[in-house]
């Protein structure tokens, strides 16, 4: 019975790593949904008004030419709406089939009954290859990502057109360009005004630095008119940035005063590059590190012990193998493993009788008596097998499980 329990495949566990999976189309779904509404709410206004004026010219005994002319007006916006919407559905009929496929690959996990499975290590590579092209488009491989996905034929599991748009704008706020991230903030303006980003005014502030960095009167110029236009409106809820962007105008690139210096400092380029990426991916439901990092994490953490990367070696092990027992102790995966913290067990075996000695150490009283005795420790005494230290047994306490 025991052996079925811990072979037994919980899939709601296994599947708290691939929530975006499903949320990146759901949230391109409701995007294209807004988009087609505002298309035709604004196409709407535009032929009801077409249709009155047109309907003014025949009460008011107008000639047929101007009547026409109306018609042949609605009737080239209704095609434009047509074309528009055309575009969007075979968008929505793609992400339908992306979800189908993706809900496929999640319903085969619950038809998996057992962890020894043939068909769980199947499922487990597929997933593995998911994780490697996340990992490799957040770093910046795409082209290396779309290889993998193609050759593993999971192109439809994985979201290489979004990370490749995600990062062509990171790296021209990188080389110091904002018209590509400011068109992403004009298409998801809506969006990003729900969740309070400020993105869009740090680009526009950073516009309004450069133009001050020039020193020059025209620019200048253009700096103030720039700041009215598109730093001014978020006085509200940036007037602290505001005021010191309007003291920028009395300091030259190469001040040192401060806050001017940082506001001046090519360090900023990162800034907005980081909170392009944050805003990006809070946007899109998606995680903000690597999925091949967080599933690393839990493995390593659930297998590390507190004699995992232990200043005390065992006596029994050779600490110039370069092999072990341990998975992470190894050479492979200690470094990974050294800061992540200890897995969290519900459940404790201690042996019976346990007690605590001075160190802190805890061991059961029967064996480690009896390991004193057996290497000569004098009576009164116990010896600490792990780090070979002796204690006497008044200080050795007992311990309460509670």
Not at 185 to 202: D, G, H, I, P, T
Request: with cysteine.
């Amino acid at each position: 019975m025991s052996e079925l329990t811990t072979t037994r495949l919980n899939a709601e566990s296994h599947l708290l790593l691939d929530q975006s999976l499903l949320r990146l189309p759901h949230e391109f779904l409701r995007k294209i949904f807004k988009s087609s509404q505002r298309i035709v709410e604004r196409e709407r206004e535009h032929v009801v008004g077409a249709l009155k004026a047109t309907a003014n010219f025949s009460l008011a005994g107008d000639t047929a030419p101007n009547s026409l002319k109306s018609l042949d007006s609605m009737i080239s916006r209704m095609q434009g709406l047509k074309r528009k919407l055309e575009s969007l559905h075979d968008e929505e009929k793609t992400i339908h089939k992306h979800s189908r496929k993706r809900i496929q690959h999640l319903q085969d996990l619950y038809e998996i009954p057992s962890l020894v499975d043939v068909k769980y290590d199947e499922w487990s590579r597929v997933r593995l290859n998911r994780l490697l092209v996340d990992y490799m488009l957040r770093s910046g491989y795409g082209e290396s990502a779309k290889a993998l996905a193609r050759e593993k034929n999971i192109e439809e599991l994985v979201d290489v057109e979004v990370f490749m748009q995600c990062n062509r704008i990171e790296s021209s706020l990188k080389s110091m360009r904002t018209q590509e991230c400011l068109a992403w903030c004009m298409e998801n303006k809506q969006a990003l005004k729900k969740v309070n980003s400020n993105l869009e005014f740090e680009l526009r502030l950073q516009q309004y630095i450069e133009l001050v960095r020039t020193g020059q009167r025209e620019k200048l110029l253009e700096a103030t008119q720039h700041a009215k236009k598109y730093l001014s409106p978020h006085m509200a809820t940036q007037g602290a940035e505001i005021h010191r962007a309007a003291g920028l105008l009395a300091f030259a690139s190469d001040t040192h005063a401060q806050p001017y210096q940082s506001m001046y400092s090519m360090a900023r380029w990162t800034h907005l590059s980081r909170l392009f990426m944050s805003s990006h991916h809070a946007l899109f439901s998606l995680p903000a590190r690597p999925l091949l990092h967080i599933a690393l994490s839990a493995g390593l953490s659930s297998l590390k012990t507190p004699s995992c990367h232990s200043s005390f070696a065992s006596s029994s092990s050779n600490a110039n193998s370069t092999t072990s027992v341990c998975p992470i102790c190894s050479t492979e995966l200690k470094d990974l493993a050294r800061n992540v913290p200890y897995a969290h067990h519900t459940k404790s075996y201690v042996e019976s009788d346990p007690i605590v000695l001075p160190n802190g150490r805890i061991y059961g009283r029967d064996r480690i008596q009896q390991l004193s005795t057996k290497i000569g420790v004098p009576d009164g005494q116990v010896k600490d097998p792990t780090t070979g230290d002796i204690f006497k047994e008044a200080d050795v306490r007992k311990v309460y499980i509670s």
